[in-house]
């Protein structure tokens, strides 16, 4: 679907995408590309969909989906956290990894809740040419 979209807009897609499609209001400061981009790695890998789980295929501005309307609200929740709290957090390296729908999501529809409880702790590696736990060197004492 991306792509078919990318060949209707040919010679547009640096253009904003503001100007390009109609009803853009979430994600004003992309460019058509861009936020076909967006749309494609953020939503689609990120929660496990395809554009018609927000969009009614043909009239993308349409905004009769429940989906569409939480994925507007949750990217405003993703821009704040990145913009407005992230940015609190002083001790954060330069590179920190900003907030995103795979963060909570992991590819699936609804956000993780909690963590896997593994049912026993996972083994311990031992470094490359170590020797197996209790057969080290003698402790020199």
Excluded at 13 to 42: C, H, R
Excluded at 81 to 94: F, Q, Y
Excluded at 130 to 138: M, V
Aim: charge should be positive.
């Amino acid at each position: 679907m991306v792509d078919s979209i990318l060949r209707s807009i040919a010679g547009r897609e640096n253009e904003p995408a503001t100007s390009v499609f109609k009803n853009v209001t979430a994600i004003k400061g992309a460019t058509a590309a861009g936020l076909l981009k967006l749309m494609d790695e953020q939503y689609g890998r990120g929660l496990g969909w395809t554009c018609n789980n927000c969009h009614v295929i043909g009239k993308f501005d349409d905004d009769s989906r429940k989906n569409k309307k939480i994925a507007r609200q949750m990217q405003q929740m993703q821009d704040h956290i990145n913009a407005d709290r992230l940015t609190l957090v002083k001790e954060l390296d330069d590179n920190y990894n900003k907030a995103s729908c795979a963060m909570c999501h992991r590819g699936e529809s609804h956000a993780w809740g909690e963590l896997e409880v593994l049912a026993a702790p996972p083994p311990q590696r031992r470094p490359a040419g170590a020797p197996p736990a209790g057969q080290g060197r003698p402790s020199g004492r």
